[in-house]
Each structure stands twice: as C-alpha cells, then as structure tokens.
C-alpha cells in the first residue's frame, strides 16, 4: 500500500506518519510539503492524507486536479480549522480528523482500507472478448452457468470463463458470500436476507440454500457493521 502525506509542517509529517506506521507494517510513505512536489510525483496512491491550507495552490486544488488523472484514491484531510470540513466533502473527502485529535488518524485508516476494498479491481475473461478489469463494487452477483459464469454489473449480463468456487474462495475478503451453490452475491447489494431468498439493492431475488442461510445473515450484518462509515 502507497500512502501520501501532504503537510508542510515538520510537526504534523512526523505525527501523522508515526501514527500510520504504528497501525500498518509493510507500507511505503512519501510525505511532501506543498501540493505542487505531490502532483509532480505522479504517483499512485491507495489513501492520502492532506491539509487544506498548504504554500502555493491549496488542497482542494491540489486533490481535484490528482483525481483527474487518478482515481479510487482515499483522502483525508487533516486541519485545524474544522470550518473546511463541509467543504471537503465537494471533493469527495472521506474524513476530516481536527488536528487536536491526531488519536483518530488509526481509526480513519481502518475505515479507509475496507473503503478500498469496495474499488478492489478484478480481471475477468469474459467469453468472446479479451481479458477486462472490473471494480468490486460494480458486480452485483456471479452466477453458475454449465461451465462458465454469468456476471451481473449494474443492469448487464455477461458471461465469463471463470469457476464460481475460485471466485467465491478469492473475493470472500472483498464482500463476495456463496449463497448458493450456483450464486456468489456481494454484500454491499443485498437490501434484504430472508430464508427462502435475497433481495438485492435493484429488485433482483437470487435464491439462498438452507445450509448456507445462517452463516450469511451472520456475515451481511457484520459486513454491514464494519463498513458503516466506509
């Protein structure tokens, strides 16, 4: 994982990312002190922590012009001035930590890393095409077809060569459960879990077996309470 701090004082770059490698080992940092050393990295980072008021262009700016060149990237902002908050979210912040309570930075990047988890890209062979990448968040379900798999993203249907067990074995950890032995379903899309099927966030009613009913009532409400503030 690839972390950005852009702060320009030394104080608050020393305690952001002691804070960040207290909570993750196995991480690459790179701190900058004013948006313009950021933007002329162009790199690619997965969360990125950033303060408002910096020399030259500020953080609105600065993160708005990134974006357009990079994407499924979490920012959060980190400032004292607590007036700025409703501001960021114009640009799609996904916390804002006062500097009076830099305790809640590890806090903001648990909930940041299952955010990520919802954009986790994924490379499908879809029949008749070439090889595709696909965000998590986009499929609704997988569905076991002879000897391949129907796909559901948003309102289309492909079909893929792919084997639903690997698929439910490889995206467990990304919100997918195998409601049935022909269903692997994503968690963020299920409205509501009953014993004789589930309805999804667009209206669609997949079947659960009776075997596999308890354990995922269990697993969409635990996935539901963790991602609440993701």
Same mark, same amino acid.
């Given at each position: 994982?690839?972390?950005?701090?852009?702060?320009?004082?030394? !104080?608050?770059?020393?305690? &952001?990312?002691? +804070?960040?490698?207290?909570?993750?080992?196995?991480?690459?940092?790179? =701190?900058? *002190? #004013?948006?313009?050393?950021?933007?002329?990295?162009?790199?690619?980072?997965?969360?990125?922590?950033?303060?408002?008021?910096?020399?030259? !262009?500020?953080?609105?700016? &600065?993160?708005? +012009?990134?974006?357009?060149?990079?994407?499924?990237?979490?920012?959060? =902002?980190? *400032? #004292?001035?607590?007036?700025?908050?409703?501001?960021?979210?114009?640009?799609?912040?996904?916390?804002?930590?006062?500097?009076?309570?830099?305790?809640?930075?590890?806090?903001?990047?648990?909930?940041?890393?299952?955010?990520?988890?919802?954009?986790?890209?994924?490379?499908?062979?879809?029949?008749?095409?070439?090889?595709?990448?696909?965000?998590?968040?986009?499929?609704?379900?997988?569905?076991?077809?002879?000897?391949?798999?129907?796909?559901?993203?948003?309102?289309?249907?492909?079909?893929?060569?792919?084997?639903?067990?690997?698929?439910?074995?490889?995206?467990?950890?990304?919100?997918?459960?195998?409601?049935?032995?022909?269903?692997?379903?994503?968690?963020?899309?299920?409205?509501?879990?009953?014993?004789?099927?589930?309805?999804?966030?667009?209206?669609?009613?997949?079947?659960?077996?009776?075997?596999?009913?308890?354990?995922?009532?269990?697993?969409?409400?635990?996935?539901?309470?963790?991602?609440?503030?993701?």
């Amino acid at each position: 994982m690839r972390i950005a701090i852009i702060e320009d004082e030394k !104080k608050w770059q020393h305690i &952001v990312k002691r +804070e960040v490698e207290s909570y993750k080992t196995n991480i690459k940092i790179d =701190i900058f *002190s #004013t948006g313009e050393e950021f933007l002329e990295e162009k790199g690619s980072y997965q969360i990125v922590f950033m303060d408002i008021e910096l020399p030259g !262009k500020d953080g609105f700016a &600065v993160y708005k +012009e990134y974006t357009e060149q990079v994407s499924e990237t979490v920012l959060i =902002i980190i *400032s #004292t001035h607590t007036e700025l908050c409703r501001l960021g979210y114009r640009i799609n912040a996904f916390r804002y930590i006062d500097k009076m309570y830099p305790e809640e930075i590890r806090e903001a990047l648990v909930s940041a890393e299952q955010a990520l988890r919802r954009y986790k890209r994924i490379t499908l062979k879809f029949s008749g095409m070439m090889e595709q990448e696909v965000c998590c968040k986009d499929i609704l379900y997988f569905e076991a077809a002879n000897h391949n798999v129907m796909v559901k993203i948003g309102q289309d249907i492909f079909e893929c060569r792919e084997n639903i067990g690997k698929l439910g074995r490889s995206l467990e950890e990304f919100g997918f459960c195998l409601v049935h032995r022909g269903y692997l379903v994503n968690l963020d899309h299920i409205k509501v879990v009953g014993s004789k099927g589930i309805i999804l966030d667009n209206g669609d009613k997949l079947p659960v077996s009776r075997r596999k009913y308890s354990d995922l009532k269990i697993r969409h409400i635990q996935w539901r309470f963790e991602n609440a503030n993701a």
